[in-house]
């Protein structure tokens, strides 16, 4: 049964087997690597939740000596920065695809677009050591300075508390941030891209402005996609393990004070792993990459959701 | 004064070098010496004859290890040294954490493991290979090492060292700092406590002596217990391995850390003396090492722990690290490859290690590690 090149020459219908058969051996590939990666993990935390129950979940204490195995104090740290991450990244995102797409000069596009991308070819752990060793020292004067000028307001006051170290949430979420935007930015581009020009052109001949245009057309058609982008960015910014292990600081700590040092899912399982030893160790580590796992599929449903939502929306309103 | 110390120090090593090479040199003088009386005399002559018969390059093969990376540095030197009279033996040493060695011997992916700590009871019969032994290889400081301009020279107690890893001492003018340091000025300054990210032998060697010295048992202050990660207070500061701390102390006015002699010094630290179980200060130098080790009690097995050992010039933390290796091989061969690389560590790898900042074993430790290395066969 061996398929030589004049086979699938002089047999269309070979050909068109033999392609479907290896499109079809591809796509039950990835379901069935998914399926064993699931099952192992699920298999192999089992252990730890039938030691520490739900309270895996809600205990703050991570103490291998004690057999004390939380994961809350990650589980914390990871959503935490995320959404720093998140936060400072998004309008940078969305500022430099509307650039790119409706503002900048055309011998401008091509460069800027390049570099952008550029960015995200940047490996990880690049990323930790420059912020490891040039960053987190830089920002101790500047966090320093944010929480005394902050001193006594409510609610700013505790989330820009005092600052011990240059490596902290903070630390980690502006890192993140800087991972995700070439993400968030080309896939918000090539969303702005498919805006049909008949709606920014009529808008700018109905005598809108520029800003206008950009917020009434393009921003209500693209809103989906956007939103979109943003929560590939924030799956990213919660699963990255290294750049954020390096500057987040490794001491497990909840709290609003987002100069503080604390410790995300990702990163203890990382810095942790080698020296597992015992089993409800290990089996907790792996708990907490099912919990990371779980995290990260909860925000594509609330993605898809979204997207699908806004997508209806536009559909009801054209 | 820290440098003259530092002189007569490495004398005081090259002469105890030049007398373990006597030692093995020769099987008469090794009768002679004080050192190899712990130990069985007819043991130690056969064990130099085993030696002299051994022939380095008749080895071949190819071993694969991993485990520690305190000593791989150690292991890779001798790798390399090796190499030139072994040309057909060839030797992997992975790396990867002493966790890691103990699970890859566990499963027979490799042929011999390097760890920093013992295996624990209930572990021991994971172990597929069957029986393996623990062969010391090397011993070394760890430095608590710190970062305060103007300070050159200081002192600290067991109790201090606890007290400001528990964040009770905050400021290098405590009182308790004070004590262990009569006449010297110590500045209004912030302390940053640094430690390890990961979990480490170091921190298992550090915090073990920590509890052995001011842990509850002592009657001292010390409630973290031990172990490769401890529950450290928020408000300490982590680093990525020795070098992730030792960059961290660099980099932080007010840091200490607990930092490998050979990171300490590639990074230009400075080096704090600590109070032994004597009640002496010392600095962490080689030889302060092997003094503890000299004091340190050691199992029937070869295991034993050399933090907060007897003896005025003992170190008081100072972490050993062991190969361990199946006693039963399947293949002749290649339980010749392990024994011959395993005594090449143990005689003309000692003198290498003084070169990359490891001390050696004292003698009669080193006698009792080549009888070890016997029990593997095939």
């Known amino acids: 049964m061996a398929v030589t090149l004049d086979d699938l020459k002089g047999n269309k219908q070979l050909a068109d087997r033999t392609f479907r058969g290896a499109t079809l051996m591809g796509g039950t590939a990835i379901a069935v690597i998914l399926g064993l990666i699931s099952w192992t993990i699920a298999s192999k935390s089992s252990l730890a939740f039938r030691t520490e129950g739900l309270s895996f979940f809600t205990e703050r204490r991570w103490a291998p000596a004690d057999d004390v195995f939380g994961a809350l104090s990650f589980i914390y740290g990871t959503a935490v920065t995320a959404l720093i991450a998140v936060v400072l990244a998004v309008p940078v995102s969305l500022g430099i695809a509307l650039f790119t797409t409706h503002v900048a000069p055309s011998w401008l596009k091509r460069p800027l677009v390049a570099m952008t991308d550029l960015v995200a070819v940047v490996p990880s752990v690049v990323f930790g050591l420059w912020g490891i060793i040039f960053l987190a020292p830089k920002l101790v004067p500047v966090f320093t300075k944010l ?107 909840i709290t609003a004070n987002l100069f503080s040092s604390g410790d995300s899912l990702p990163s203890v399982i990382a810095f942790e792993w080698g020296e597992a030893t015992s089993d409800t160790k290990r089996s907790a580590l792996i708990a907490m990459g099912l919990t990371l796992f779980l995290m990260t599929l909860l925000v594509n449903f609330i993605a898809n959701y979204v997207v699908n939502r806004a997508m209806k929306r536009m559909r009801g309103e054209s | 004064m820290n440098t003259s110390r530092r002189r007569t120090g490495a004398v005081v090593g090259i002469l105890a070098l030049s007398f373990i090479g006597a030692a093995c040199s020769s099987s008469s003088s090794t009768k002679d010496t004080t050192a190899v009386t712990t130990a069985d005399t007819s043991v130690a002559e056969e064990t130099t004859t085993t030696v002299a018969g051994l022939d380095y390059s008749k080895l071949s093969g190819s071993l694969v290890a991993s485990g520690a990376t305190f000593p791989k540095s150690f292991y890779d030197e001798a790798i390399a040294n090796l190499a030139t009279t072994a040309p057909d033996l060839t030797v992997e040493y992975g790396g990867g954490g002493s966790g890691k060695g103990r699970s890859d011997l566990q499963e027979k992916v490799v042929d011999f493991a390097g760890t920093d700590g013992v295996v624990k009871a209930e572990d021991i019969a994971k172990f597929t290979g069957g029986e393996f032994v623990y062969v010391p290889t090397v011993i070394a400081p760890i430095t608590l090492s710190y970062n305060l301009p103007g300070v050159d020279t200081l002192q600290l107690s067991p109790a201090t060292i606890a007290g400001i890893y528990q964040l009770t001492i905050t400021n290098w003018n405590d009182a308790a700092i004070a004590a262990d340091n009569p006449g010297v000025t110590l500045p209004d300054q912030a302390i940053v406590a640094a430690r390890r990210a990961d979990g480490s032998g170091t921190t298992e060697n550090f915090t073990k002596f920590l509890k052995a010295a001011v842990g509850p048992d002592a009657g001292g202050t010390w409630a973290l217990g031990s172990g490769s990660t401890v529950e450290w207070p928020a408000g300490t500061q982590a680093g990525d391995g020795n070098s992730g701390v030792a960059q961290l102390v660099k980099s932080t006015t007010g840091a200490i850390g607990y930092v490998d002699l050979s990171d300490a010094k590639a990074n230009g630290l400075t080096v704090a003396l600590v109070k032994n179980k004597a009640g002496k200060f010392v600095a962490p130098t080689l030889e302060a090492a092997s003094a503890a080790a000299e004091g340190a009690t050691i199992n029937d097995d070869l295991t034993y722990f050399l933090g907060w050992a007897d003896g005025d010039a003992a170190y008081p933390i100072a972490a050993q690290t062991w190969i361990i290796a199946y006693t039963t091989q399947a293949d002749p061969a290649k339980a010749e490859a392990i024994r011959g690389f395993l005594t090449y560590l143990l005689n003309d790898g000692q003198a290498l290690a003084a070169t990359i900042d490891f001390a050696p074993l004292p003698e009669s430790l080193r006698l009792k590690a080549i009888e070890n290395i016997a029990k593997i066969g095939a």
Not at chain 1, 187 to 216: H, N, Q, Y
């Open chain 1, 147 to 253: 929480s005394s000028w902050s001193d006594g307001i409510p609610i700013l006051g505790s989330i820009f508390g005092k600052a011990s170290a240059g490596r902290t949430f903070m630390t980690a979420g502006l890192i993140l941030a800087l991972m995700i935007i070439p993400i968030i930015t080309s896939i918000s581009r090539e969303v702005i891209l498919t805006c049909p020009p008949t709606d920014s052109d009529g808008a700018l001949a109905l005598g809108a402005t520029r800003w206008e245009m950009i917020t009434g057309a393009v921003l209500t058609h693209s809103a989906g996609g956007i939103v979109g982008a943003v929560m590939l960015g924030l799956g990213r910014a919660m699963g990255e393990t290294i750049a954020a292990a390096l500057v987040i600081g490794s001491s497990p700590a």
